[in-house]
């Protein structure tokens, strides 16, 4: 490799992203707020079980440099609608915590036995051991991704008291994803530290590399296909005024290709109706689309390699950024649905809790996120990837002259009216920076910049009392003025 190239970031596997801004004042606010909220207020904000986004806000616009004012702000219109944190149910142990579970009243019970739990054992060893436990995975998935979202948040910003508020969210939802995502291990008493786990899955690999090398030596193995890949399709919904380059791209991902596919299977017709109400829960419901979806899952293929969990997050974050991006605009319109949205701002999640998780936890993790994904997509009427229309888009916000057009939406994004506006930001922020400059990456380089653009212009400003589209933007209905 040449001695001659940059290497921003210098590890990135553990980037956050963090502006310049935050100052005495804003740090001794910061906690005050957030320990404000952790102890005023309830994790649902209503009885349908909205959840709570103020730390989420806050914590975005922090890391951005916002100044005491916004943050005020901020946390004053969150705080206007929340509920008051509610009295606890029953004191919960690891012997009874079971019975509980789905319970949205007795968030207090399990906000105190995590917190309980994080004092004994530390924040990392609480969230392995309990989001890898039982069901809790799916129940951290689910919930359109919220829990996980607010663990990401609290070992970005090492802020065990979140920990605890985003693993007693995981123990009150339901576990309607458990179709799709296994049940793990029961609850571990002991962990097997991180660094051995490392170190043996290393050592498994390695020895079955040298396995595999001498067998086709040998020619005792079959030789695979190109690329080691399945033949790819030659009917590519994205293909229309694509570059070779960026066709290989898409072409190069799995996800995207699974999402392609998806999009043409005819059994999913008819599967989920425009007037259903709820959109997942429908398909949830359909236990022949569900299993047709856990066969499209499964060629998703998540080793314990360390490599091959870096290349998975990658396929994942970037399938996500166009899924929720690139079906959400069309020659004359641009629309953003609110599910897809949350795959972004969770694969963000998911890219902070990969360092501080064994690989076996962390194959779970991508695999559990990868099958929720495309359930969602399905949910929303399997809308078109629309790439090159993406990778075109621009808005009257950014000077043309810009230097930097970050440097616009991240000032835009600091004072955006509604809380996701500021996640997407900040996840294609993070997006562009360990994956826009790759080589082998590059037909993307403009999708970060324009999608977090887009978002700001077009989440900015309501429509029919609402900033997103919640109807699911794959139907035509959705679409008709």
Same mark, same amino acid.
């Given at each position: ?299 998703? /293929? ?134 826009? /400059? ?44």
């Amino acid at each position: 490799m040449s001695s001659f190239i940059p290497k921003t970031p210098l590890n990135p596997r553990k980037y956050s992203f963090l502006l310049p801004g935050i100052t005495p004042r804003t740090f001794a606010q910061a906690e005050h707020l957030i320990e404000k909220n952790h102890a005023e207020h309830d994790i649902f904000f209503n009885t349908s079980g909205f959840h709570n986004h103020l730390i989420h806000h806050y914590l975005a616009a922090y890391s951005m440099g916002a100044d005491t004012k916004r943050l005020q702000e901020i946390y004053d219109d969150h705080a206007s609608y929340q509920r008051k944190l509610p009295p606890s149910v029953a004191d919960l142990t690891r012997e009874n915590y079971k019975s509980e579970l789905s319970n949205r009243a007795a968030y207090t019970s399990y906000l105190k036995l995590f917190q309980k739990e994080i004092e004994q054992h530390g924040m990392i060893d609480t969230i392995r051991r309990w989001v890898f436990s039982d069901d809790m995975l799916s129940r951290t998935i689910g919930g359109a991704y919220h829990p996980l979202i607010h663990i990401g948040y609290a070992v970005e910003f090492n802020l065990p008291s979140v920990a605890a508020e985003g693993l007693a969210m995981a123990a009150c939802t339901e576990p309607n994803l458990s179709s799709l995502i296994p049940n793990q291990s029961s609850l571990q008493e002991i962990l097997v530290p991180v660094q051995a786990s490392t170190m043996a899955s290393s050592a498994r690999h390695s020895v079955s590399q040298v396995t595999h090398d001498l067998a086709l030596k040998l020619g005792l193995s079959p030789k695979p296909l190109s690329n080691g890949k399945e033949p790819q399709s030659t009917h590519s919904l994205t293909a229309t005024n694509m570059t070779p380059g960026l066709k290989e791209a898409l072409n190069n991902n799995n996800v995207v290709e699974l999402v392609e596919e998806i999009h043409r299977d005819p059994d999913f017709d008819g599967v989920i109706k425009f007037t259903d109400q709820n959109k997942i829960r429908a398909f949830l419901a359909n236990e022949k689309a569900v299993e047709k979806l856990k066969i499209y899952a499964s060629r998703w /293929h998540v080793t314990d390699d360390d490599n091959d969990l870096q290349a998975k997050l990658k396929e994942l974050y970037t399938a996500c950024m166009l899924t929720y991006g690139a079906t959400g605009i069309r020659k004359d319109e641009v629309q953003l649905d609110f599910f897809l949205m949350h795959a972004l701002t969770s694969i963000h999640a998911v890219h902070l809790l990969i360092p501080i998780l064994s690989p076996n936890e962390s194959a779970a993790l991508l695999r559990g996120h990868a099958a929720a994904t495309l359930a969602y997509y399905i949910s929303r009427g399997r809308p078109s990837l629309q790439v090159d229309l993406l990778l075109d888009y621009e808005s009257s916000e950014i000077p043309k002259d810009a230097a930097n057009p970050w440097l616009n939406i991240c000032q835009r994004a600091i004072n955006a009216p509604e809380a996701h506006i500021i996640k997407v930001v900040r996840a294609c922020a993070v997006g562009q920076i360990i994956y826009g /400059h790759d080589g082998r990456n590059e037909p993307f380089e403009k999708a970060w910049v324009r999608l977090a653009d887009m978002t700001l212009k077009v989440a900015g400003e309501q429509r029919d009392g609402s900033y997103w589209n919640h109807k699911g933007i794959g139907f035509d209905e959705a679409w008709n003025k």
